[in-house]
Every structure is written in structure tokens, then in C-alpha cells.
């Protein structure tokens, strides 16, 4: 019996989800709207959760839910206002780590689709109303 390759392993495990999540950080670091959403002021420690997360999920180690559980993503992201413009921001700051990476089309498509996927369910405000806008919903 032949055991499958994980997603982790087949695109260079440990190694290229640092590269990926460092690249990705770089992106926010300079990016005033996104870097507004961590409360911390090291953004080393969001960007190790975040690696573990992504390592796990695909297929790693098991480091992220030891150490924190449950994922969770929607009740942690809960607190912040992550509005389709800040999903945006934070895709394009994907799409460029991902670029660095240079993976195979396919797998670079498989992990984009998450990516996305995920950040559009994360959407938990709408756009804030310039002043003197008119409410229309009725609230």
C-alpha cells in the first residue's frame, strides 16, 4: 500500500510555509489598513500562529491546535472588522507571497482557492458609510 504525499510535503514542507508566511507578513507590515488589525506590536507572533495554522491544515505538523485548539477561525477573527475591502488587501498581500514562492500552477491554484475560500468567509462587517450617508437597510 502506497501512502499519499501531503500537500505540506509535496511543496517543501516546513521551509516554504516559512518563506510564504514571512512573505505574506512583509506585505502587511507595510500595509497601514491591515496592520491596524493586530494589536500586538511584534507581528513575529501573529505570523507563527498563522504559519502553524497553515501547516497544519495542510498537512504538517499537528503544533497549531497543541498549543491553541480549535482553530476557530470566524471567533477569531471576530473581534476585528474585516471588511470586503481589508479581504481584498489581504489577498493581494497572498497573491504576491504566493507569487514568491513560485509552486507549480497546480499546487500555487490549490492553495490560492483556499485562500480565497477562506478570507471571503471571514467578511464579518460591511464597508463604513462615508459621513452624512443615508441608511437604506432601515436600522
Known amino acids: 500500500m502506497t501512502e499519499q504525499q501531503s500537500f505540506y510535503d509535496a511543496v517543501g514542507g516546513a521551509e516554504t510555509f516559512h518563506r510564504l508566511v514571512a512573505a505574506f507578513y512583509r506585505g502587511v507590515a507595510a500595509d497601514p489598513e491591515l496592520r491596524a488589525m493586530y494589536p500586538e506590536e511584534d507581528l513575529g507572533p501573529a505570523e507563527v500562529r498563522f504559519r502553524m495554522f497553515l501547516e497544519q491544515y ?19 477573527h471576530a473581534p476585528f472588522a474585516v471588511t470586503p475591502s481589508a479581504r481584498d488587501r489581504w489577498l493581494g498581500h497572498m497573491r504576491a507571497a504566493l507569487d514568491e514562492l513560485g509552486l507549480s500552477p497546480e499546487r500555487d491554484q490549490e492553495i490560492w482557492n483556499y485562500m480565497v475560500m477562506a478570507a471571503h468567509s471571514m467578511v464579518n462587517t460591511d464597508e463604513p458609510q462615508y459621513p452624512g450617508a443615508i441608511d437604506v437597510s432601515g436600522r
Open 58 to 76: 495542510w498537512g504538517g505538523p499537528k503544533t497549531y491546535s497543541e498549543q491553541r485548539g480549535h482553530p476557530r477561525l470566524r471567533m477569531r
